[in-house]
Structure formats: structure tokens, C-alpha cells
């Protein structure tokens, strides 16, 4: 019998070799396996949807059931992180019923809740000591296994995420993302902020492997093209094919402070909560990142998929921070990435920008009303 283990226990494994197997129903026939991700070299990651089975996954005859050979792993890999993930032609797993996942002798139970994801990582192998140990985890990321991998320091490729519906034609107009509305879905989608005439910044995870962009907001929909995609800070800037006018936001130019207001703006969830952005608020609640990672703050606003891409602003209105992730088994518990790291990018390209030290606070909706006709739903075509 399988001894259950909750997120954060942790078990020794005995020996060489651990097997996996997920026990799930699978109601809306989602494509879904258990990905191996080496941390942080020495071995190469293993998503089953589209590659052969390494020499680490034994009896691999699918990729809800093998057996890794430890002894294999060379010692630089320390970690190996255990993701359920859906193919990029999947939303997310939320269709799975009833999942439970054997790790050895250890069974790991997850809750519907944490399924709303399409990656998620449900365990860790790692190494103490000479010793192989099992750690449970539920850490989700709404944009996927290959941003997942950018978290733990590992460069994962999901070439099945092309596979979906077919673009619109280049002499098309945009079609609406993901709304159910007539027209061609967008294949996925984020947000961004338009922050200078016809320049508009998001994240880089939201617009890698796009092959057509078109960005939608109160005045009108236009095509957009990155100029500038920087994976390392995961910002990218877009130029958009229209001129909408000149932008009234402006970037802060001081610090940020732990425990001050933060709000955002942006399209989460397109097609269920409405076609106009959302609103949300919260506060700054760390000042790091995961791992002390300085270019990243913690806010508390809730975040959905969606989100990725969308401005932070303070009590006074100016941009502090870019949406960038939230962990899917902690309330509220959401990155973003500091401002000042986008203004190289602005630099870089010759965009002008304003930049305003911190005034007077405002009422929450009159932030809303002033910055949301610049916030945009980032609409992408594989």
C-alpha cells in the first residue's frame, strides 16, 4: 500500500530506481504525461508527448508509467523535477479527475484545485547525503512547461505547442482569443501595456513561438511584431503596425516599498470574464523572488491566465512592475517584474517613455480609468 505524501514531506528513496505511475480519469481526453527535468545539468530533459525515452526512463511505454534509473543521473544533477503537464495544444489539466501519482512507494494525491494549470509540479527527486530522497510538491505555472523550466533553471522546448488550430491567413483580420465568439481563436493569449505610440511591452514567455501577433484594446486591434525579446528578464517589446496615439503612462522612478499598494490591469481567463481588462489589488508582500531573485517583487493581487504581460501600478497611478507568474497551490502568491528592467529595452530601441517620481495616492478607480484604454490583450497564432 502506497504511503501518501502531502506537498513538502519528504521520503528516502530506497536503491537505484523509482517508479512512476499516474492514476487519473480523464474526462475531457486532455494529452497529458509526466515530464523529467534534470536540475541543472548533465542530463537532458524528458517531456514524453514528443520525445523517445532516454536511457534514465526505463519501460517507458508511455509517458504516465516508467521507471528512472537513478544511477544514471551524472552527479552535477542534483535535482530532478517530476511536472504533469498538458501538450501545448491543451489549455490545462482541469479535465483530470480523481489524479494520484505513485512515486516508489509513496502515492501523491492532488486536488482538482491544483489542475487549473498546464504544468505542475507535483515532486522532486534530489540528492542528500549521498542519498536519493522524494520531496512532494504542488507548484503550478499558468504559462506552461516551458516557462516552468525557465523557473527552475532549465531550457525546455514544447514543440507540440504548435499544434493547434490554424492561424488566421496574413490577409485576415485578427480573430478574437479564446472567446468562443465566430472568428479564429487566438492560440493563446496575455497582456501588455501600451507605454509609448505604436510600442507596447509584455512578457517574453507569452510571445515566444508566435508566429502572427495582433493586440486588442478599447480603440481598436492591430498586428504587433517584437522589436526586442529579452528571455533572461522575460520582457519583450512589440511594435505596433497602427498608431493609437501617445500613451499617458509613466514608469516610476524610485523604489519600490514592501507592504504599499499595488494594482493590476489585464485579460485574464479571455472569453469567461468578459471582453474589457480586469482589475485587481493588493499589496507588495516581498521585495524578492523566488531564490532571492532581485529583478522579480511579490504582490498579492490575484492572477489568472491571462494575466502574463500586464502592468503594476502603485497607489498613484505610475508602472511599477510587469506581471510575470504566480504559484497555483499559494493564495495569492504572484511575481512580477521590477519596471527598471524595461527601460534598457526602451533605451535600446529609442523609444521615448516618462518616468515621474511618486505623487499623490487615487482612488482605485480613477488609476483604472486613466491607464485602461493602454492596457492591451496580447492575441497569439502559433
Known amino acids: 500500500m502506497p504511503y501518501d505524501l502531502v506537498a513538502g514531506a519528504n521520503a528516502v528513496v530506497p536503491g537505484d530506481e523509482v517508479a512512476l505511475r499516474v492514476h487519473a480519469n480523464n474526462g475531457g481526453s486532455v494529452d497529458f504525461a509526466v515530464a523529467v527535468l534534470p536540475v541543472p545539468r548533465g542530463a537532458d530533459p524528458w517531456l514524453p508527448l514528443q520525445d523517445p525515452p532516454p536511457a534514465y526512463a526505463d ?29 501545448g495544444a491543451s489549455s490545462t489539466l482541469i479535465s483530470l479527475r480523481d489524479v494520484s501519482i505513485d512515486v516508489g512507494s509513496n502515492n501523491i494525491r492532488l486536488d482538482h484545485s491544483d489542475l487549473t494549470v498546464p504544468s505542475l509540479l507535483f515532486a ?8 536519493w530522497k522524494v520531496r512532494a510538491k504542488k507548484d503550478g505555472v499558468f504559462d506552461g512547461i516551458e516557462e516552468l523550466g525557465r523557473r527552475i ?19 485576415q483580420a485578427p480573430g478574437p482569443s479564446r472567446s468562443g465568439a465566430r472568428g479564429t481563436m487566438a492560440d493563446w493569449t496575455g497582456s501588455g ?9 509584455t512578457n517574453a514567455h507569452v510571445v515566444n513561438n508566435a508566429r502572427e501577433i495582433f493586440v486588442s484594446g478599447f480603440v481598436g486591434k492591430t498586428r504587433a511584431e517584437p522589436v526586442i525579446v529579452d528571455e533572461t528578464n522575460d520582457l519583450a517589446l512589440l511594435r505596433l503596425w497602427d498608431s493609437f496615439g501617445q500613451s499617458e503612462i509613466s514608469f516610476r522612478d524610485t523604489g519600490v516599498y514592501l507592504g504599499e499598494t499595488a494594482v493590476t490591469l489585464g485579460y485574464p481567463l479571455s472569453g469567461l470574464l468578459g471582453r474589457g481588462p480586469q482589475f485587481t489589488s493588493g499589496a507588495v508582500s516581498n521585495l524578492l523572488g523566488p531564490g532571492d531573485d532581485a529583478r522579480l517583487m511579490q504582490v498579492t493581487c490575484p492572477i489568472q491566465p491571462g494575466s502574463s504581460g500586464g502592468p503594476v501600478f502603485d497607489e498613484t497611478g505610475l508602472l511599477i512592475g510587469v506581471v510575470t507568474a504566480s504559484l497555483s497551490n499559494a493564495q495569492n502568491v504572484n511575481f512580477a517584474i521590477r519596471s527598471a528592467l524595461v527601460f534598457p529595452l526602451l533605451d535600446a530601441a529609442n523609444v521615448d517613455f516618462e518616468r515621474r517620481t511618486k505623487g499623490t495616492s487615487l482612488q482605485m478607480s480613477d488609476i483604472v480609468k486613466a491607464n485602461s484604454r493602454f492596457v492591451w490583450r496580447v492575441e497569439c497564432f502559433a
Open 59 to 87: 519501460g517507458a511505454s508511455s509517458g504516465v508509467e516508467f521507471r528512472l534509473k537513478l544511477s544514471l543521473f551524472p552527479d552535477t544533477v542534483q535535482m530532478v523535477a517530476l511536472v504533469l503537464y498538458a501538450s
Open 124 to 131: 522532486e527527486l534530489y540528492r542528500r547525503n549521498g542519498q
Open 153 to 171: 533553471g532549465v531550457q525546455v522546448t514544447d514543440r507540440r505547442r504548435s499544434e493547434t488550430p490554424t492561424p488566421p491567413r496574413r490577409d
Open 193 to 201: 501595456s501600451m507605454i509609448a505610440d505604436k510600442f507596447l511591452i
